[in-house]
Nanobody, 112 residues
Framework: QLVESGGGLVQPGGSLRLSCAAS????????MSWYRQAPRKERELVAY????????SYADSVKGRFTISRDNPKSTVFLQMNSLKPEDTAVYYC???????WGQGIQVTVSS
């Protein structure tokens, strides 16, 4: 099971930190990803982190603004989002790649 938290409404230029708490599987054996889906758009990959946290990658649209990290002893993956823009508005999902498991999603709205 994956449970996201930390979403909400923020003004442009603001920051949010998403968390995704995992249970029911061995978290440290799975790479993790964050995806997002805006209204009337396809779900897109935002960030990826390998099981040990060594390999990290980002979508071009968020590079330099978002940071993915993980805490394996706490079975949690994070997405720090800075300098948020209105186009970052979407439902954000965490995904356990090796177990093909999705979180329920959490809304992030960037608006003045």
């Amino acid at each position: 099971q994956l449970v996201e938290s930390g979403g909400g409404l923020v003004q442009p230029g603001g920051s949010l930190r998403l968390s995704c708490a995992a249970s029911g599987f061995t978290f440290s054996t799975s790479s993790m990803s964050w995806y997002r889906q805006a209204p009337r758009k396809e779900r897109e990959l935002v960030a990826y982190i390998s099981d040990g946290g060594v390999i990290i990658s980002y979508a071009d649209s968020v590079k330099g603004r978002f940071t993915i990290s993980r805490d394996n002893p706490k079975s949690t993956v994070f997405l720090q989002m800075n300098s948020l823009k209105p186009e970052d508005t979407a439902v954000y999902y965490c995904y356990a790649n090796q177990f093909r498991s999705w979180g329920q999603g959490i809304q992030v709205t960037v608006s003045s």
